[in-house]
């Protein structure tokens, strides 16, 4: 007897995917068929108008004459609209090309962004269609307000993280985008913005054109078209580029609406470190599509064709109706929905499964969705909870005064569930009274400018404890008025680092030639004085020391990290690395401060807990404010044991019989955050023949990798080189170290010798 043949799910799935990928390829035809009309439409008009006969008679002429010339009715037709409008593709003829069809390439890209309903998708069109043949690589759209400023409407080629940099522009800042709306004139850079200017572009050299955006004879928008490098910018080049982005500025005036609300959400997502994706519709309908997927997502994936863009039937057909059920649950509880797994194919043969699936409502017709991934070797449930809990949302009512959060709001702020969550405008007595006026400049932007902003607060909780709260909020705006606010909470404590770096990036752009000079001659002698170079090995009781210290980026010369291995007068060893947040002068002057401080502090013969509690004192009554990680250890040789202390620094490694450990000591508050902190110690006895490594963060932090690949990479590499002598296993690892993030390094190491 013959079996019924069974339908898998398998199948289902096969075709399912099969008939949205059908769906999907016709609506894309279907647009294309759009721009065919509208540049068929232009051509017809121009010819009713020259040959004063009517729309039919025009376009049977336009047909009759695509056949007797024998070329294609649309590229006649981008011939007839060039020959009135003048050609936007009059630039050196591509490789592929010749100056005639790259006229008609473009005026067919006109013709496409003119269809399309939003400036992103305007913006892509041109940026595909006509600049990217010209060598161009992004374009940047921002519209003229009415207080001058200029916001960012749309863009195309530009990442997440760029745009949130750029949405606003005030006016006057940068010169150069002030005199080209000004004067309504286009500025050609093509080496580069001048000196002292920082625009938006992947390198400093690299070509950028702005052109004014004019409706009418008045400026409405500016344009910026950006290149990998230099670019010449001869005659042809310039009226071809005028001539693709002057469409822009009709778009900008066609398509209403705010300032996107996606940028923020994608800056956020861009911070973790595990796979999460955004999706746009309404849940009950299942006709949910992919809008974002963060860079871990496209590695996880692993797809040839990525799915932003897709609907969520055909980027994901065997889990599209679980996702969908599960958004459906985010929205009607507003409270995150979690499964465990999720395969991606029937067999699981064609993808890895998605594992513990987290998806949370995040306003409007968006859900994020948040995953992990099989392949991704830095997998671990406490990295998980710990990236879940690092993040909550709000939504605050400036009416009714009243706020929700989402659940990991209340550990953030270290609240009980059941109490009140507390509204940002009531959030100043949770402040560190230094930050009083950011909230203040944060709270004016939402409901006086009216416009999304950014801010890091430090707020001290019941217990407490500092942390370091960053702000993502936009305003909700009716009929003009704010009636309440909606935004993110990201605990931020464990990543200040980023901060300093981006404060001594700002330093480095703002610093006048002259002062450079000087500041670089200073930090030479600073760096010689403080952190002289320490080559081979220093004897001390009981051990072998090797001590090295690699300067920052060369603009820098000088960091805050600072070393010290002294023998004191009671026969034990002081050891201690610090890192003081920033580069430069300021950074190397708290150094000195710190470690000096330390230093004569240890001469007390108090315990390592004792001695940062004191310095961490002394680090809050230094000029310049300075925060500072560090490590501070008491070696006696008479037991082998070692004391220390630890105020937010990385862990110390062991390398015992050729095999290494992390020391994580306890987690207390970095020196400088705020008072009477006590420090917790560490008791850890040593044996003959153990390495002891203390570092600073440049050793190991990657500006795209976890914190927890560095460290395992560093073992693997002490590990190898156990065999070496003490001084020549810092060389090496110095010279294999994964840090890229431009930080100075500091690395002691030390080797039990009886």
Known sequence: MNKPVQQTSETVGGQTAATIAALFAEAGRLRAERARRHLLDLA??????QLEVGPAQAREHLENLARAAGVHLEDLAADVVNGVAGEPGAAPAVESGTPLADARRSRRALAAAETHDTVDESARALLEGGLAPLGAQSLWLWRLTETGCLRLTGHAGVSAAEAVVWQWIPPGAPAVFHSAVVEGTPRWLGSGPPVGEVLPGPGRRA????????????VVGLALVVWPGQVDFEPRLRRALTGLVEVAGTVLEGIEGGPPDLPTLMDVLDALGHPAMVLRGAPETLALSVEYTNPPADRSLGAAAPPVGRPLALAFPYVHAELARLARGAHASARRQSVARLPRSAGEGTGAPLLDVRVLPAG??????????SSDPEMSATRAVGHLEGVALFRDS??????????PAYRIFGIDRAAAPVPLLAMRSWLHPDDGDVLTQLLTTLTEHQRGALAVLRIIRADGTLRYVRVAAEPLVDDGVVTGISGVYQDVSASRRTEAALTATFDQLTAVQKQAAIRDEMALRLQRAIVPESLGIQELPGLSVAARYRPAAQEYRVGGDWYDA???PDGRVLLAVGDIAGHGIDSATGMVALRNALRGLAFSGHTPGRLMQWLNEVTLRTSGNPTA???????????RSLRWSSAGHLPLLLLREGRARLLDGPHD?????TPSVTYQEVHTPLRRDDTLLLYTDGLVERRHDALDQGLETLMGLAERWSGCAVDEQVDRLLEAATGDTDDDTSVVAIRVRC
Do not use: I, K, N
Request: charged share 10%.
């Open 44 to 49: 017809t008009g121009v010819l009713a108008a």
């Open 207 to 218: 070509a950028r054109a702005l052109l004014p955006l004019a409706v009418q004879g008045a």
């Open 364 to 373: 409007g017709d968006r859900t994020v969705v948040l995953w992990h991934a």
């Open 398 to 407: 400036v009416v009714g005064g009243e706020s929700v959060w989402s659940a």
């Open 566 to 568: 002294l023998p004191l």
């Open 629 to 639: 990680t560090a490590v501070c250890a008491l070696y006696d040789p008479a037991d």
């Open 669 to 673: 508050l970095l020196l400088g955050a």
